[in-house]
């Protein structure tokens, strides 16, 4: 059990960081922050230091509450959530002003080694297939899956909204003890009970096509959007945002049989948390070992490749089927009867006629001489 107390203040100055790099690891900055390298305390952190535009959006106050929540939880609850999540430490000020937030670095198991030598950090799109290299097994994507979805019940025991959940925030690793994930970007979750908001909601292009950008964060939208991280997953396919039929009945034929009545109820209703709360005990337990399941189905409907964050694509809503402008009209076999209405020889027939007419021709004319 963690032994760490208190701080006598969750405010750093940002002067009094030490900046260092760390050049055998890869950091992944990009939205509204920029990620470094400090150390506080004789211990290394990241420094989320906000951008700008974002900076302004910030309130002050419910990021204080949301760094001193973590700092009040009992020892056992802290040391759970630090499991979970990286929750910032600190605030950290520089002008009189809020700038950021200092983060712990995940465990070392939830990066990866690149080909250069380099770690980065393993996202849970990191389960997925790419061209020419195949994704993980589906036993191993639902013991992952699971454990998400008992960190995210976990938190919405404890009057937490995830709020921005998505692939690229949940890292995963099946090394060490067994599968495990750790949540990122937590100065986006959000609680009524215990600081609000810090921010304005936003949502990348892909979720806000599941839950709008301007719905307040809710129990209900975190496991709606829940619902569309593991139909990604389980359907192998990143930029899935609504289910046709034939992408429903490969979800069901990739979860084993007994989890299919919940998939079912969760197709109706994503919002359900019964169903959740079931298949996370019964997901959360697998080893992540497990062979694929034998009566897995590809959807006819796959959209392959990885869209980053940002990008402008929007799939057309409806089944998966070939829309009628784009279906051939074919000629009907010979000696298959006409459409009523249609008159006058084909013209095929015709031509054919023709040319067996000249053949004959040429031969007469070749045996007379």
Same mark, same amino acid.
């Given at each position: 059990m963690s032994s760490e107390r208190p701080p006598a203040g969750i405010v750093v100055e940002e002067e009094l960081l030490q900046r260092h790099d760390a050049p055998d690891v890869v950091l992944l900055s990009g939205g509204n922050a920029v990620l470094d390298w400090h150390r506080h305390q004789g211990e290394d952190q990241l420094y989320k230091r906000f951008r700008p535009e974002h900076r302004e959006l910030i309130d002050e106050r419910a990021l204080l509450l949301l760094v001193r929540w973590r700092w009040e939880l009992p020892a056992s609850e802290r040391d759970r959530l630090d499991r979970l999540a990286a929750w910032p430490r600190y605030a950290v000020r520089a002008g009189g002003r809020l700038t950021g937030v200092l983060v712990p670095p995940a465990a070392d198991r939830f990066f990866t080694r690149r080909r250069d030598g380099r770690r980065t950090p $393993?996202?849970?799109? +990191?389960?997925? +297939? @790419?061209a020419g290299r195949p994704g993980a097994p589906t036993g191993v $994507?639902? =013991?992952v899956l699971g454990r998400l979805i008992r960190a995210v019940r976990w938190l919405h025991a404890r009057d937490v909204v995830v709020n921005d959940l998505q692939p690229e925030n949940v890292l995963f690793t099946l090394d060490g003890p067994g599968p495990a994930v750790h949540l990122v970007d937590c100065d986006s979750m959000t609680s009524a009970?215990? #600081?609000?908001?810090v921010a304005p909601v @936003? =949502?990348?292009?892909?979720?806000?096509? %599941?839950? &709008?950008?301007? /719905?307040?964060? @809710? /129990? =209900?939208?975190?496991? @709606?959007?829940?619902?569309?991280v593991v139909a990604r997953v389980l359907l192998? /396919? &990143?930029?899935?945002?609504?289910? +046709?039929t034939a992408d429903r009945d490969a979800l069901l034929a990739a979860v084993p049989p007994e989890s299919r009545p919940q998939?079912? $109820?969760?197709? %109706?209703? &994503?919002?359900? &948390?019964?169903? #959740?709360?079931?298949? +996370?005990?019964?997901w959360g337990e697998l080893p992540g070992l497990l062979p694929p399941p034998p009566a897995r189905l590809p959807s006819p409907a796959r959209r392959r490749g990885w869209l980053p964050p940002g990008y402008a694509y929007r799939p057309a809503l409806g089944p998966p089927v070939l829309p009628q402008r784009l279906r051939v009209h074919r000629l009907p076999l010979a000696?298959?009867?006409r459409p009523a209405g249609r008159r006058g020889p084909t013209l095929l027939p015709v031509l054919g006629l023709g040319a067996l007419l000249v053949v004959l021709v040429l031969l007469l004319s070749v045996g007379s001489r």
């Open positions: $393993r996202p849970l799109h +990191g389960l997925l +297939g @790419t $994507r639902l =013991a009970r215990h #600081w609000g908001r @936003t =949502a990348p292009d892909l979720m806000a096509e %599941v839950v &709008p950008a301007d /719905v307040e964060p @809710t /129990v =209900a939208t975190d496991l @709606t959007k829940l619902m569309a192998d /396919v &990143p930029n899935v945002t609504n289910l +046709g998939v079912r $109820r969760l197709l %109706v209703d &994503p919002a359900d &948390p019964g169903p #959740w709360d079931a298949l +996370g005990a019964r000696g298959a009867a």
